[in-house]
């Protein structure tokens, strides 16, 4: 008996000793975090080492990767803004702070013209904040986008399958051009048998002369070849298919959580909307 009470009483003062820990280093980041934002309009560089330094003091404190990716937003970044607000939904321990980092991940998708992706992050907002009025909003214009960009990649398929038929009718011509010049050539080939044959006479009699031949240039007129230039991707961008997985993943967790909470028929309380720490 003495034993399991001398137990509990260490495991009491060793949760209670890691609660203050986690309470210290959280207190230490978010100090970070105010000084970053102090700085950002100012000094970019050490603002954005600050956030870093906030991270890296507790990294499940999503207030960090989530003002650094405002940071990068506002700075034009916005591929680091995407990787910096999906590390705050990772991270995100309420409805609240999930639905501030998906809304600004649909901001940041639309500036990049990824309207489809940004209807999906959009809507993790909405999930996690149905009353917020700017996330609807948003989310009407990214689907108005993503329809317009459907639409016109149908008319560019359109142009590509005219374009092709073009090509085709152009070949055709190029082989009847070609045989016409073949039959050409063939009504002409005695005649040029005939020129040859005076042509090396001449020849022959030159030499007889002492006189010498002309000569030719081995020049065979071949052009370099064209070499494609691979278009090289910016250090740090995204592909479109890479956004498009990352946003897939972040979409499934989200539905898994949904469902659970469905299940227990919990019913989160309604937060009211901002979209900065």
């Known amino acids: ?47 954005e080492k600050e956030y870093r330094k906030a991270i890296s003091k507790l990294p499940s404190n999503a207030v960090g990767p989530y003002n650094l990716g405002n940071a990068y937003y506002g700075s034009g970044l916005y591929d680091e803004a995407l990787l910096r607000h999906i590390e705050a939904v990772e991270t995100a321990s ?8 998906y809304h600004n991940i649909g901001n940041t998708l639309m500036k ?40 016109g990649e149908g008319d560019d398929e359109n142009k590509d399958k005219d374009k092709e038929d073009e090509n085709k009718d152009d070949e055709k011509k190029d082989e009847q051009d070609q045989k016409d010049t073949g039959d050409e050539n063939e009504d002409n080939k005695d005649q040029e048998g005939d020129d040859d044959q005076k042509e090396n006479e001449g020849d022959e009699k030159d030499d007889k002369d ?36 990352l946003l897939e993943a972040m979409n499934n967790q989200e539905k898994k959580v949904q469902e659970k909470i469905n299940a227990k028929k919990a ?8 979209k900065d720490w």
């Open 112 to 151: 990049q013209k990824a309207c489809k992706e940004a209807v999906e992050a959009y809507k993790n907002a909405l999930r996690n904040d149905p009353t917020d009025e700017e996330s609807r909003y948003n989310f009407a214009l990214a689907k108005e986008c993503a329809e317009q960009q459907k639409d």
């Open 94 to 101: 309420t409805k609240a702070e999930k639905h501030r980092a």
């Open 267 to 274: 019913k989160g309380p309604k937060v009211k909307a901002e």
């Open 210 to 245: 002492g006189k010498p031949k002309d000569e030719k240039d081995n020049n065979d007129g071949k052009d370099p070849k064209n070499q494609n230039k691979k278009q090289q991707q910016q250090p740090g961008q995204l592909s479109p298919q890479q956004i498009k997985n």
């Open 1 to 47: 008996m003495k034993f399991i009470s001398i137990l509990i009483l260490t495991l009491v003062s060793y949760f209670s000793f890691a609660q203050e820990e986690k309470n210290k280093a959280l207190q230490q980041s978010n100090d970070l975090i105010f000084e970053a934002n102090e700085m950002v309009g100012e000094d970019f560089v050490d603002a």
